[in-house]
């Protein structure tokens, strides 16, 4: 039987991920850049249903954060792009845990309904 002190930080560990990758669209955020750099309206094109405001917010998050880069070409007009950063690659195991699960659920779910 665990010992409630290492219960404790278990939990505090989820919580403090779950705090950084909450909400609906950190994920799926960083799950599209996992496949490279983007501009803001590419990825916004990737994620549907998201407005550009909470793209805005999520990405800002994201970067303080620094799961993600930003980077800012002297173009005209001006041009964006995102990345996921090095410290923001060490999250890939976990993404791909989440999408491999979410892969089986689907199944799963899709056949009880059959």
């Given at each position: 039987?665990?010992?409630?002190?290492?219960?404790?930080?278990?939990?505090?560990?989820?919580?403090?991920?779950?705090?950084?990758l909450?909400?609906?669209?950190?994920?799926?955020?960083?799950?599209?850049?996992?496949?490279?750099?983007?501009?803001?309206?590419?990825?916004?094109?990737?994620?549907d249903?998201?407005?550009?405001?909470?793209?805005?917010?999520?990405?800002?998050?994201?970067?303080?954060?620094h799961?993600?880069?930003?980077?800012?070409?002297?173009?005209?007009?001006?041009s964006?792009?995102?990345?996921?950063?090095?410290?923001?690659?060490?999250?890939?195991?976990?993404?791909?845990?989440?999408?491999?699960?979410?892969?089986?659920?689907?199944?799963?779910?899709?056949?009880?309904?059959?």
């Open positions: 039987m665990a010992s409630a002190p290492a219960c404790n930080n278990f939990l505090l560990s989820v919580r403090d991920t779950m705090d950084i909450n909400g609906k669209w950190k994920i799926p955020i960083i799950g599209s850049l996992s496949f490279g750099k983007k501009r803001f309206k590419e990825l916004q094109r990737d994620l249903g998201i407005t550009a405001k909470m793209l805005s917010k999520e990405l800002r998050d994201l970067e303080i954060n799961l993600v880069t930003r980077t800012v070409y002297d173009t005209k007009p001006v964006v792009e995102y990345e996921i950063s090095e410290y923001g690659k060490t999250l890939h195991k976990v993404i791909a845990e989440i999408a491999s699960w979410g892969k089986e659920h689907r199944v799963k779910i899709k056949s009880k309904m059959l």
